[in-house]
């Protein structure tokens, strides 16, 4: 059916008709589009931005790192080296020289003590010590400690530092008491080439550190060690005090940082990244010490940069071009918002005498030009369609009452042509029923004709062959007659076998008995034997005993042995043949009682023989007689017979006729059946074609009436 109100009319709208729900305005889909397109250079940014900002800390702290290893180097090594000149000169004195070669004068030693005192004071450790090797005294400041044993293990120093060839050397420990580490400057005393003792001056390391760490990161960490990786300053004074390596207490990253150090030359300076931390290591040659200074990278040094404002400004930047660029679609929208306004209201009000407002010469005023024109015309169309579908109405009224009463006509003359076609067929059908019945009526004639001779030439030979059956009857009852003597032959000759056999069986059971008479004797003469056998073996055990007196008896007991043995021998034969000739008895007994009972079957068969003999004989007179009867029935029978098929030729010409005249009535009536089946068939074309008119008619009719519903909802 065709539907003529407009496509999604029925589609639900909002409150304005604007939009079904489940749709995305275009406005919102900019909206979107220009967020999405914000975050991604928002986030393309800030990764940017993060990536960047890493290098460049990461840059700056090593900048960072360097200049604070190499001041802290150069500091440190500022103020060893002002101790060690200083200590060198004082072992470059004459005056000490001379007291070292002479210690016992007293005068001289009290201008060496007091030039000694002068150096003191000059230490920034205020404190100095010396030992001469004449008379291996230690002194400390001013006063005599102890005497020095060079045997001693624990004084290896002195000899180590005396015979060195450098000018100088350095011995480094912590102090747990005072929790201070000390590091001992050793200057040889040279005389001629030849070392004459030892001066020098002990360094508190630990002022020398903690001025390293004044205004130190705090985020930072500062060590000192040696070359064996041993912590020689650091922040936490409780690590020097355990004496502890680098690795035990940085672990896998203390190795590494040690590693490193150990590569790297006198004025070498090293920058790596070890555990997200960046590390400067570099070398203080005079006391060969290295100085570790690690920082972490955080977040927040980012974030403190000033790159971090610049990134900020820009993303308020793209933030307020985002803002300008969706009030700016907004606006170019808006026009576009109010005509969907008002196409949703003709859409719901079916109103076309409504007006698009043209509010532009851009693309959207055009739209709304174009639109109007659009709706006007739609206006005129709808207007000749609500004229041309009044016009219709009439016509498919008229049209609907016309075909209705041509399809009765039809339909009647159809049910005519069905009835008529009904009673050809059933006439067709009796005719051939007719026909059927008259050809069945002319084989069961020709077959009965078929019969009848048949049973003619039956009757006679049965006639001779009853007239030859008499004959041999009379022969078979004069042989009965004949064989109940034999019969009674047979019965006393039955009886007199039985009476012989009888008597055999009874012979046959005394053999039998006689046999197991014997079985038993033949049994003790194999006892016998084997009593002999086993007293000859006695004898001969007992011959055996005698010796050369017992040959003659063990002869005779070996004959006796060999009797014995052919006795029992001979008697096993005995039994065997016993035993097979006693079952040789069994199975004639069981045989002869066999021919008993078959003579006993054979006699009880005469009898019946000879019983059922005579009751033949009588049957066979009985029939002799009855033959006689059927000779005069077949006669009469044959003469009936001859009447019989004159009849039937007669009746197989009558349905000869009749057939024929069937067959004329079936031709005819098979043709008026095949005109009423063209004629039936034309009907019920016609019929068809009527009625596809008529539903025509009819949809034609509804579909005017829609139409004139769906046009009367427009406005124009």
Known sequence: MVYWGPKGADMAHDSHGVKSPGKTSIKRRFAVFSLVVFLIILAGGAVAFFLSMRQIVRNTTDQELSRIVETRRLQFEGQVNGEIALAMKMADSPLIKEYFLNPGNSELEGLAFREIAG??????????????????????????????????PDSSWYGWTLNQKEDFNFNINYDIGLKK??????????????????????????????????????????????????????????????????????????????????????????????DRDEYAVGRIPRLNWYMSVSMPLKIGMILRSPLAGIFLVMILVVLLIFIIFNVFIIRILKPLENMIVIIGEISADWDLTKRLP??????????AEFLNLTFEKIQNLITLIKQQALLLETTGTELESKMGA??????????????????????????????????????????????????????AKSSAAIEEMFTHIRIVVETLVSNTANVSALTESSEIGRADIQLVSSNIQEIAKDSEGLLEINSVMQNISSQTNLLSMNAAIEAAHAGEAGKGFAVVADEIRKLAE???????????????????????????????????????????????????????????????????????????????????????????????????????????????????????????????????????????????????????
């Open 566 to 716: 052919s006795s029992g021998q001979q008697s096993k034969t005995i039994s065997s043949v016993l035993k097979k000739i006693k079952a040789s008895i069994d199975s004639i007994t069981q045989s002869t009682q066999v021919v008993l009972n078959r003579f006993g079957t054979i006699e009880e068969a005469v009898r019946t023989v000879s019983d059922q003999e005579a009751n033949i004989r009588t049957s066979m007179e009985e029939q002799e007689m009855g033959s006689k009867d059927i000779l005069d029935a077949i006669a009469r029978l044959n003469d009936v017979t001859g009447k019989v098929r004159q009849g039937s030729t007669d009746m197989t010409a009558e349905s000869g006729e009749v057939m024929r005249q069937s067959a004329e009535l079936m031709k005819s009536t098979r043709e008026v059946a095949m005109s009423m089946d063209e004629m039936s068939s034309g009907a019920d074309r016609i019929t068809g074609a009527v009625n596809r008119v008529n539903e025509i008619s009819e949809e034609n009719k509804r579909n005017i009436d829609t139409l004139n519903e769906e046009v009367s909802k427009f406005k124009v």
């Open 406 to 459: 041509t399809a009765e006509t039809v339909s009647e003359i159809a049910e005519n042509i069905r009835n008529i076609k009904n009673h050809v067929n059933n006439q067709a059908d009796d005719v051939t029923k007719t026909g059927d019945a008259m050809g069945r009526i002319r084989e069961s004639a020709d077959d009965l004709n078929g019969h009848i001779v048949v049973q003619s030439e039956d009757v």
């Open 119 to 152: 150096y003191r004071r000059s230490f920034t450790g205020n404190n100095v010590f010396w030992i001469n090797d004449t008379d291996k005294k230690y002194y400390f400041g001013n006063e005599y400690v102890y005497t020095l044993d060079p045997a001693d």
């Open 358 to 367: 043209v509010t532009g010469k851009d693309e959207i005023g055009n739209l």
């Open 181 to 274: 580490t000390f590091c001992w400057i050793n200057v040889q005393v040279m005389e001629n080439g030849r070392p004459i003792g030892i001066v020098g001056t002990g360094i508190d390391l630990t002022d020398f550190i903690d001025v390293l760490f004044d205004g130190f990161d705090a985020s930072a960490e500062l060590y000192l060690f040696d070359s064996d990786g041993k912590i020689t300053g650091v922040r936490d004074a409780a690590l020097l005090a355990k004496e502890g390596s680098l690795a035990d207490h940085l672990g896998a990253t203390g190795t590494a940082v040690v590693a490193a150090a150990k590569v790297l030359r006198a004025d070498e300076l090293r920058l790596f990244t070890l």
